[in-house]
Each structure stands twice: as structure tokens, then as C-alpha cells.
């Protein structure tokens, strides 16, 4: 790949970090207004409980280490989900000292919504969206959370014990 240098690279990218920069505080804007769900989650306990769905127990080091977080900050997180009831820790099978952290059948109920609601949402801003776009837009946006999950693991000052 061929580094961006060029000056109509150089405007895409303003534009990408503007539009970027614009989506985060309207996504946040649609969370805060909420949907039907009794109990709003969120928005990194809804990560949290997605990736416990999605992959099975772990330990909140591996959490950690996803989300690229400090220990402390993931602690204070699950503190919160299981003081909800919608996480709990189990034995780690593998090591006696340690557990695993999984989902509670009211933490699946909580996602299960959550996740309804949220994809409403998208399915209703993309509606007008040809299939060949909504799949362009779908890899685009995965090539580039993986080069920023790329990014933040080899940035030693990507997690926030180091920014402190």
C-alpha cells in the first residue's frame, strides 16, 4: 500500500476525520435518547456484554486487553455489570487463582434487546442503501476498526493507565 501523500489523499482524510469525528458525537446523541429497553446499558457495558456473548467466558485481563483498557477501568465496569446481575464469574479451569467472567440469562435478555433496538436503528438509516453499498460501507468499516485495533495495540500510550 502506498503511503497517503497526494493532495486529494490528504482532503479525503480531513474529510474522513471530520465525518469521523461527527458520527462518534451523533451516535452518542441516538444512545443517550434510549429505546424501549427498561434497563439502559451502556455503551461499554454493551460492548462488554456483546463480547462475552460473542466469544464465551473470559477472564477480564482479556477484556481488558480487547477493548484496550487499563485492568482498573474493566474492573470498575464489571463491578457495575455484576452489581446488575447481568454478568458473573465462574472458575477458571484452567487456572484456580483466576475466574472467567459470562453471561447471566438476564445479561443474554439485556443484549438481546439492546441489540435489537440498536440494529433497528442502523437498518432504519440504511434503508435507502443499495446491497452493494450497505456491503462496500460493512468492509470498509471492518478494514478500518482492524487497522485501529492494529493501531492501538502497538501504541504503548493506547491503553489509560498510559495516558495518565
Known sequence: MQPLGSKADLVSVESIEQEL????????????RGGPTEQVVER?????LAWLHDTGP?????????????????????ASLEQAGLITR???????R????????????????????????????????????LANFAS???AFNAGLDKHLA????????SQR
Open 21 to 32: 469525528t461527527l458520527l462518534v458525537r451523533r451516535a452518542q446523541k441516538v444512545h443517550l
Open 58 to 78: 473470559l477472564r477480564p485481563s482479556a477484556l481488558a486487553a480487547h477493548f484496550h483498557l487499563d485492568a482498573s477501568t474493566i474492573s470498575r465496569q464489571v
Open 98 to 133: 483466576a475466574f472467567r467472567l459470562r453471561l447471566t440469562e438476564r445479561g443474554r435478555d439485556v443484549l438481546t434487546t439492546t441489540r435489537a433496538e440498536r440494529r433497528g436503528v442502523v437498518r432504519k438509516l440504511l434503508q435507502s442503501w443499495s446491497p452493494e453499498d
Open 154 to 161: 502497538s501504541d504503548p500510550n493506547s491503553t489509560e493507565r
Open 44 to 48: 461499554a457495558a454493551y460492548g462488554i
Open 140 to 142: 470498509l468499516l471492518a
Open 90 to 96: 465462574e472458575a477458571d479451569t484452567e487456572d484456580r
